[in-house]
């Protein structure tokens, strides 16, 4: 049952990850140094004071950041690649009552994927948004990035306290991301079928010696 629980909280964890990269990792870091929890081989590192402080500035840098038009984006494209991975450390951190190799493996493959999964969900949200620049002159983004980061300090404070639930929610995140990935990529199937093609007109290969009709 412990090992339930484990896993839920790092799904949590990872889909937290997946809307903002540094804060759960923070969290997880501080839970550790103030012994509230213990953290397997895999994040045990996260502890470390000068690590803690690196941390607390990313994040601070990613929560005020994402509030600026343009550089929301650039947060998001390093997000693709730096939101899985801190997904997967959070998952494989929490994971302490297996192997572990078996706990690096689980959290490559579920916490990583969790995260990637949210995260591109967000960043379709973003793209939707800003398509509408025009009318809310930004502030839509900016909306949706205060609603991140409600969902991110909820997440994780249900990932620690409420692991189970947090999962739950964790679900909600994913399976939200994978039906709005479906719904773009049935737009695109549909633009794609309305784009014209050139018509050509077969060319008859004349055979040798027959003669052109009059």
């Not at 889909?15 to 804060?23: D, N, P, Q, S, Y």
């Not at 297996?98 to 793209?127: E, F, N, Q, Y």
């Not at 948004?129 to 300090?153: I, Q």
């Not at 093609?197 to 060319?203: D, N, R, V, W």
Request: hydrophobic content about 55%; glycine content about 12%; proline content about 4%.
């Amino acid at each position: 049952m412990e090992l339930v629980i484990q896993i839920a909280m790092g799904v949590g964890l990872a889909a937290c990850a997946g809307l903002r990269t540094w804060f759960p990792l923070l969290c997880l870091g501080l839970l550790a140094r103030t012994g509230y929890m213990e953290l397997g081989t895999a994040g045990a590192f996260l502890a470390r004071t000068d690590l803690l402080i690196a941390l607390s500035v990313a994040t601070v840098v990613e929560f005020a950041g994402d509030k600026i038009p343009a550089v929301d984006h650039v947060l998001d494209a390093v997000g693709t690649f730096a939101r899985p991975v801190a997904g997967a450390l959070l998952t494989a951190s929490v994971v302490t009552h297996i192997d572990p190799v078996a706990s690096l493996v689980l959290g490559l493959i579920v916490g990583g994927g969790t995260a990637l999964t949210v995260h591109t969900g967000k960043s379709i949200l973003r793209a939707q948004s800003t398509a509408f620049a025009p009318l809310h002159a930004g502030a839509g983004n900016t909306a949706l990035s205060f609603g991140e980061d409600v969902l991110t300090v909820l997440g994780v404070g249900l990932a620690v306290f409420v692991p189970l639930l947090a999962f739950g929610l964790a679900l909600l995140l994913v399976l939200g991301a994978v039906r709005l990935a479906k719904r773009v990529m049935r737009r695109g199937y549909k633009l794609w079928g309305r784009v014209p093609l050139t018509k050509q007109t077969p060319i008859l290969a004349k055979e040798d010696g027959a003669s052109t009709p009059k």
